[in-house]
């Protein structure tokens, strides 16, 4: 029986190693024989899990290139949800980055390092590139530090045989590499961290890069030890080592104050994923031998953490995935020994190790990233250029675009700005807002008229912009410019507002108005929703990033 559990359950831990491997490579693209190399595995083999994590939507193909899809932060976003910390602690990290005007993170500690799990950052000309689930060394980072100061021998002996193995901490991508070892480096860390311990929190003096300030204070969960890390972030431009502490202990310690009362109250119960034991076993008949469904149940077992804040029991995965206990059990044993995952005997709980599966790669995106490879498809299918564009005030800004190569081609680049009111986005957009701030929008711009057809008149333009709220489309022509028509239509976030909008442009002598809608606005909605089902995933427990 052994044997045999072992044998199906290969396929999902071969398929997190597929994934794991292209995560982790330092190019953005991976071809199947490159993986063939990185895991070891034959090349049958890899084309039957990569075909899986096509289908599935975790990986997209460009040409013979591979690459992360958003769709695989939903691994991540299961970590994040269940973790307990994100949805109390992030509104409070909020919080304290706009009380200070500097960038705060949250981070948990993980076998390796310190792993951030939220963040809030203020972008300034010059910022933190930190992302979501990136790894931090313990050593170099002021939260690492104050983690640590629980640590037993043992764990800091887990430490040192990595220091060992990786002196310049080339396997951290969140850090610059060290260009020579650190000198006594345990001595250093020690001393650091029994000053953590007597002062309550531990100051970055540089330790990642110069430049870089830090303060991290521990946040202790109901059981009496540290659960996180808060630190606050800041650039010697702006403080200095000396000044620092006084400069934002007294709101930190407030916030923690508060994150530690948020993580005594009661959750509520967390909602039930969908069974999905049928609609794999539908796929398999479609798709055949190409599609592993070991894998893909396994995939399910791990989202279903998604659900259950303080983790799953195999029964409760099994009801929560709607596989049989069976299945739910061997690919939690699977997610344990490939070290994603850890038990009490009973109860399995998720590691931080799994934001390594694509999240710490893909947090990074933006709303343009998630974008351009829709808009490109977009562009394929229709045979015209394609944007989008968000709000600026009274103007839409172009944030991403694609542009055909007719002839006849009009002549826009990532960043123009356009005034709203004469553009079709711009309508979707102006319809997307509580009717109170559109109407103040309308009557503080400068609504001139950029052709003899564009609507000025503030009468016209908000009957104009309400039939776009209610038809949920816009089309525009010649009010910007002559000869030019474009249609757009609306990209909504998770909470259901517009945030974007896609539109395509043409000149006006191919057809009609009733015609470029009959042929466009079908495939520019199919466009919108796949963008929107990424935003779900990819902002899921983060804030949307535009640019």
């Known amino acids: 029986m052994r044997e045999a559990a072992e044998d199906t359950a290969g396929p999902f831990e071969r398929g997190l190693a597929v994934l794991h491997a292209v995560a982790a490579d330092p190019e953005p693209r991976m071809r199947r024989v490159d993986l063939t190399k990185a895991t070891g595995l034959a090349r049958s083999t890899v084309d039957r899990i990569t075909a899986t994590l096509l289908h599935l939507g975790f990986l997209r193909a460009e040409g013979q290139d591979l690459l992360l899809a958003p769709r695989a932060m939903e691994l991540g976003n299961a970590y994040l949800a269940s973790c307990g910390l994100v949805t109390p602690l ?14 705060v993170s949250l981070a948990v500690p993980d076998v390796d390092g310190a792993r951030l799990i939220a963040q809030s950052t203020r972008r300034r000309a010059v910022y933190l590139a930190f992302h979501v689930g990136g790894l931090l060394p313990d050593d170099r980072s002021a939260a690492g530090v104050v983690l640590a100061t629980t640590w037993d021998e043992s764990r800091h002996e887990t430490w040192r045989d990595r220091r060992t193995a990786d002196p310049l901490d080339a396997g951290f991508p969140a850090v610059p590499t060290l260009v020579t070892p650190v000198p006594n480096r345990e001595a250093v860390f020690r001393a650091r961290i029994a000053d953590a311990a007597e002062e309550g929190w531990s100051l970055d003096d540089q330790w990642v890069e110069p430049g870089l300030l830090a303060l991290a204070t521990p946040v202790f969960g109901p059981a009496g030890r540290p659960v996180a890390a808060v630190s606050v ?27 530690e009362a948020a993580l005594r ?28 469904e070991t894998l893909a149940r396994g995939i ?13 029991t195999i029964s409760t995965a099994a009801a929560a995935s709607g596989l049989p206990r069976a ?32 999240y710490s790669r893909l947090s990074s995106l933006t709303l343009a990233d998630i974008a351009q490879p829709h808009l490109k498809a977009l562009a394929g299918t229709v045979g015209e250029s394609v944007s989008m564009a968000v709000l600026d005030d009274d103007r839409v800004r172009y944030v991403a675009r694609v542009a055909t190569t007719r002839i006849m081609r009009i002549d826009i680049a990532v960043g123009t700005r356009f005034p709203a009111h004469a ?17 103040a929008l309308l009557d503080r711009s400068d609504r001139e008229p950029l052709t003899s057809r564009t609507l000025v008149s503030a009468e016209d333009l908000a009957s104009a912009v309400d039939a776009v709220a209610r038809q949920g489309w816009a089309v525009v022509d010649q009010e910007l410019q002559d000869g030019l028509r474009s249609l757009a239509v609306g990209v909504r976030d998770r909470s259901g507002a517009v945030v974007a909008a896609v539109n395509t442009a043409l000149h006006v002598g191919r057809d009609t108005v009733e015609e470029t809608v009959d ?3 079908p495939a520019l909605r199919d466009t919108a929703a796949r963008i929107e089902a990424d935003l779900a995933v990819a902002f899921d427990q983060a804030q949307l990033v535009v640019v």
């Open 265 to 292: 109250r009661p959750t509520g119960s967390a909602e039930r994923s969908v069974p999905t034991a049928r609609e794999l076993r539908s796929t398999k008949d479609e798709l055949g031998m190409e599609f592993l």
């Open 233 to 259: 972030l800041s650039h010697t431009s702006r403080h200095s080592a000396r000044t620092f502490p006084d400069a934002v202990l007294p709101a930190l310690r407030k916030a923690v104050w508060d994150m």
């Open 327 to 358: 299945t739910a059990r061997r690919a939690l044993l699977v997610l344990r020994e490939a070290g994603y995952a850890e038990s009490d005997g009973r109860v399995f709980t998720l590691r931080p190790t799994v934001l390594d599966l694509g």
């Open 519 to 521: 042929r466009l606005l």
């Open 423 to 439: 553009t079709s986005m711009g309508r979707v957009l102006l319809a997307g807002l509580p009717a109170e701030e559109r109407a």
């Open 300 to 312: 399910a077992v791990l989202k279903a953490f998604r659900f259950a804040p303080g983790g799953l």
């Open 90 to 103: 992030a509104p409070l990290v909020t919080r304290l980055a706009d009380e200070l005007d500097e960038s």
